[in-house]
Nanobody, 122 residues
């Protein structure tokens, strides 16, 4: 069992920044790749970014490349999503999740956090 707990969401003006955190626990969480997804009202959940625990290898959706950065603190069992130059279209509930498989396919993820709201005002 893997438990994921997100924090760090909030309200920010366009152009601002937020950092999301996802604390992981459980015996096997480091065997998974960690992903970030988001879901806006009326839209499907979409892939945002992913990072591996051991090597810190990252991947990003095209819509966030150059603005968002995924990172991890191995000692703290925490992954982060630094979001800069935020836009109103980034408004969504953001989730962290753990997958043993394809990082961009939400169906491969075995564990999900509860989500944290990010709202970007124009």
């Amino acid at each position: 069992q893997v438990l994921l707990v997100e924090s760090g969401g909030g309200l920010v003006q366009a152009g601002g920044s937020l950092r999301l955190s996802c604390s992981a626990s459980g015996r096997t969480f480091r065997t998974y790749t960690m992903g970030w997804f988001r879901q806006a009202p009326g839209k499907e959940r979409e892939f945002v970014a992913a990072i591996t625990w051991i090597f810190g290898a990252t991947s990003y959706a095209e819509s966030v490349k150059g603005r968002f950065t995924a990172s991890r603190d191995y000692a703290k069992n925490t992954v982060y999503l630094q979001m800069n130059s935020l836009r109103p279209e980034d408004t969504a509930v953001y989730y962290c999740a753990a997958t043993p498989g394809d990082v961009e396919d939400s169906k491969t993820y075995a564990y999900w956090g509860q989500g944290t709201q990010v709202t970007v005002s124009s």
